[in-house]
């Protein structure tokens, strides 16, 4: 089973993604951190986010050892992937190991659970659950600026309200898997609830489906 949870940035998807594998048994991927990899071993190259060619080349090579550096939750580095991420050749080049880890998860899982921007629509469009996670901006932002501060970023809520609606804009304009609800999607806005009970709302969710 293949539960798709997708949405706009610091929606909540990752923290409901993770409490929804953790209580099914099912194995999750965060497929931001993929774009975030992608991002941040160009920028420590000395490239451009913009060159695709260097993107490209980086998306093929990219290894699990990748996924963990520490910088991935940057906020630049945030900036950085949603320009990597509105390109064709470094979408394709992720694609594959994204399906692989839905159809074989890992370790055995009896189901996955995938988060991200285009889970729904590209990359697991036969998923059994979908979900689509948003909240208003300025919920969001307040969200993402209380992160950014307990890991130490020095960084104040303007700027983070601004960036976050500039990367759901470029997000959403661009013309390779644009952020958006698949059609059979049910759309949970977390602008009111706090992780447990979103947590309960999608468990709610999948039960009203007959899926657990
Ligand atoms: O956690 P947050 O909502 O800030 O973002 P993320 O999920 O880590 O994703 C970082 C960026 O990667 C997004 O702004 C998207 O541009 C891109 N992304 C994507 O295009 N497709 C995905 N499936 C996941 C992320």
Known sequence: MIIA??????????????????????????????????????????????????????????????????????????????????QGGVRAALLDFQRRFAQEPPAGAKGAVLDGRDIGTVVCPDAEAKLFVTASPEVRAERRYRELLARGEETIYPRVLQDLKERDARDQARAVAPLKPADDAAVLDTSELDSDAALQAAMQILQARGLC
């Open 5 to 86: 949870v997708d949405g706009p940035v610091a929606a909540g998807k990752g923290t409901l993604a993770r409490a929804l594998a953790a209580k099914l048994g099912f194995a999750y991927l965060d497929t931001g951190l993929l774009y975030r990899a992608v991002a941040a071993l160009t920028l420590a190259a000395g490239q451009a986010p913009d060159d695709e060619t260097a993107t490209e080349a980086v998306a093929r090579r990219l290894s699990p050892a990748d996924l963990e550096r520490d910088d991935l939750r940057q906020e630049a580095v945030g900036q950085a992937a949603s320009k990597v991420a509105a």
